[in-house]
DNA sequence: GCACTCTATCGAACATCGTTCTAGCGTATG
DNA sequence: CATACGCTAGAACGATGTTCGATAGAGTGC
């Protein structure tokens, strides 16, 4: 018995909206019996938005996009959708719900600040190669119903442990904060021509360090220190990495 | 004598650039002697763009509304300027640029953690009421050159620290993303009726506070558990209270 | 079977935005 | 005076989000 939209409030509902169909597992497409009209429902618009969020980036989803990809006319999408904002909120919501999904089994039994770093990182998870979610995940997650389920989850961790509620609240809060800044980061880094693939991601990394070197190590010491680090990097060790030294924090206030 | 986009590369140069004008502080007005038609720059056109981003958000800066700001036609801007894209990474710039002159006394002599700290918190300060800077900041920062004078005077204080290059790396990237990922929190929060001040900010929060009660204690413990000092929060200390926590974790690091 | 209602579909039409193009002004240079 | 060039300026184009009205289909009452 999970509520709908308890705390969402996004959209006055303009004209309508379906009545939620239960969890129906229909999928979406029209193949029922000889139907002339195309059928649709709020999740197969949803789960085309973000695949073709995830093909084309945030530019790509379009509503005549989405419309020729289900094959309808794009009146038919604001009968479920009220915006593109909404559609975007609701899309960002989708990918949440499944980061719940596979971490419903996390935290409990274990030490509690290894329950977060395992939340933290299957968050992570679901933003690599999903630019668009760094700018939504935020704002969802103040909003919609996953987003707090999630934030939820990890608070529950830290109840645990022997800190204020204040201290509680703040902790979640950073490793919230991180995790977006960290996706943020990585959506928005590769100017276009690698995300193409018309040029190698290895080259443009070396060429990008060479020019970190010639900065000059007067100029930039600290960029010509970390030149090679910078060229070896791995994005998803580096996040772990950083991860670790908040949770190390946290840590160490539960233990004063 | 510092140089002008040496890693940029963001545009190809259209049709043409005006050749950067020194660093005149002519300010941008028409000011001078009995010139009819109007005089711009792009100083002046990059200062509006930032008022207007202030002003009305990232969907308010619109070509059109900044080239009547400046009492000027549309294609004007675009001698300036070739993209919104490049637009809005001269935008960002030149806030980062406000924030390295107020820094640039600090760091050298006392706590190199502390000196992070206090280059992080001028960071956050000016992404406060300017959402818009969240997503464009590490764009910017890996791009332009204020964003790598930063970057680099923060991990200045880092190699005063027992730490690997690596482990430098990792730390100063982890406290940029932190606060950029606070700042895309701060921006989406607030949906609408708060920015324009048509609901108080506290009735808001209150109402907000009271939603979080009513999903129970028993689904949602530590929302229930936080309730109070959600509604209480205020968001400049629980940055404070985050970035602390971060640099617990690397000072702990480093005196290993 | 028939009229009627409600849900849902669909595409034309509108306003707005980023961007391009071309015409032309004004100043400097010969 | 003539030519070149830096810069201004707005009309025009294509794409996008959104609205609106027409209409088809399924269910309902008779």
Same mark, same amino acid.
């Given at each position: 018995?999970?509520?709908?939209?308890?705390?969402?409030?996004?959209?006055?509902?303009?004209?309508?909206?379906?009545?939620?169909?239960?969890?129906?597992?229909?999928?979406?497409?029209?193949?029922?019996?000889?139907?002339?009209?195309?059928?649709?429902?709020?999740?197969?618009?949803?789960?085309?938005?973000? #695949?073709?969020?995830?093909?084309?980036?945030?530019?790509?989803?379009?509503?005549?996009?989405?419309? /020729?990809?289900?094959?309808?006319?794009?009146?038919?999408?604001?009968?479920?959708? /009220?915006?593109?904002?909404?559609?975007?909120?609701?899309?960002?919501?989708?990918?949440? #719900?499944?980061?719940?999904?596979?971490?419903?089994?996390?935290?409990?039994?274990?030490?509690?600040?290894?329950?977060?770093?395992?939340?933290?990182? #299957?968050?992570?998870?679901?933003?690599?190669?999903?630019?668009?979610?760094?700018?939504?995940?935020?704002?969802?997650?103040?909003?919609?119903?996953?987003?707090?389920?999630?934030?939820?989850?990890?608070?529950?961790?830290?109840?645990?442990? @022997?800190?204020?509620?204040?201290?509680?609240?703040?902790?979640?809060?950073?490793?919230?904060?991180?995790?977006?800044?960290? /996706?943020?980061?990585?959506?928005? @880094?590769?100017?276009?021509?690698?995300?193409?693939?018309?040029?190698?991601?290895?080259?443009?990394?070396?060429?990008?360090?060479?020019?970190?070197?010639?900065?000059? /190590?007067?100029?930039?010491?600290?960029?010509?220190?970390?030149?090679?680090?910078?060229? #070896?990097?791995?994005?998803?060790?580096?996040?772990?990495?950083?991860?670790?030294?908040?949770?190390?924090?946290?840590?160490?206030?539960?233990?004063?």
């Amino acid at each position: 018995m999970r509520r709908e939209q308890t705390v969402s409030g996004a959209s006055q509902a303009g004209r309508g909206r379906p009545p939620a169909r239960g969890g129906s597992a229909r999928g979406g497409g029209p193949g029922g019996g000889g139907r002339r009209r195309a059928s649709h429902s709020l999740e197969s618009v949803v789960s085309e938005a973000v #695949a073709l969020l995830d093909e084309a980036g945030e530019q790509g989803l379009t509503f005549r996009a989405l419309a /020729a990809r289900l094959g309808t006319g794009v009146g038919s999408i604001y009968w479920y959708v /009220a915006s593109k904002d909404e559609l975007l909120e609701r899309a960002a919501d989708q990918v949440l #719900a499944g980061v719940l999904t596979q971490t419903t089994h996390l935290g409990g039994d274990e030490d509690p600040i290894d329950g977060i770093r395992q939340i933290a990182i #299957a968050f992570y998870a679901a933003t690599v190669n999903r630019p668009w979610l760094g700018s939504y995940f935020l704002q969802d997650t103040g909003t919609q119903i996953n987003g707090l389920t999630l934030y939820d989850r990890m608070g529950r961790e830290t109840m645990r442990l @022997d800190l204020t509620p204040r201290q509680r609240f703040d902790a979640v809060s950073a490793v919230m904060a991180f995790v977006v800044g960290v /996706a943020a980061d990585r959506g928005q @880094d590769p100017p276009q021509e690698v995300r193409d693939g018309t040029i190698d991601r290895d080259v443009f990394v070396a060429s990008f360090r060479d020019q970190m070197r010639e900065l000059g /190590a007067d100029d930039f010491p600290f960029l010509h220190h970390i030149a090679d680090e910078f060229a #070896a990097h791995d994005d998803a060790e580096q996040f772990r990495a950083g991860l670790d030294l908040l949770l190390a924090g946290i840590r160490q206030q539960a233990h004063r």
